[in-house]
Nanobody, 125 residues
């Protein structure tokens, strides 16, 4: 019902910036909360940031607050993750995900119904 494709990952030096994009197709994009997850080798997949279907509510993990910004453009069916002041600890595969739960941003992966393929972010130091 929903297809998600991430882009924008790559190699960046510590202190640099990247912007990830997630393009959605299928069901009406505006009807889904969106989340960005990341998974580093040997670690659990964790929610980095989320945004409600309206865009009025956002969530950030404490590790990225003040550095990352999630946004969405429903007219373009796209959600973004602007990543600034990147650290080596941010190195991971980043996934976008869509949740059909209304008016909330689920904290766990089980709350999301659709997933992108992931994009690698590598921060060197």
């Amino acid at each position: 019902q929903v297809q998600l494709v991430e882009s924008g990952g790559g190699l960046v030096q510590a202190g640099g910036s990247l912007r990830l994009s997630c393009a959605a197709s299928g069901r009406t994009f505006s009807g889904y909360a969106m989340g960005w997850f990341r998974q580093a080798p040997g670690k659990e997949r964790e929610l980095v940031a989320g945004i409600s279907e309206s865009g009025r509510y956002t969530y950030y993990d404490d590790s990225v607050k003040g550095r990352f910004t999630i946004s969405r453009d429903n007219a373009k069916n796209t959600v973004y993750l602007q990543m600034d002041s990147l650290k080596s600890e941010d190195t991971a595969v980043y996934y976008c995900a869509a949740s059909g739960m209304p008016s909330t941003v689920p904290r766990s992966a089980s709350g999301y119904d659709y997933w992108g393929q992931g994009t690698q972010v590598t921060v060197s130091s």
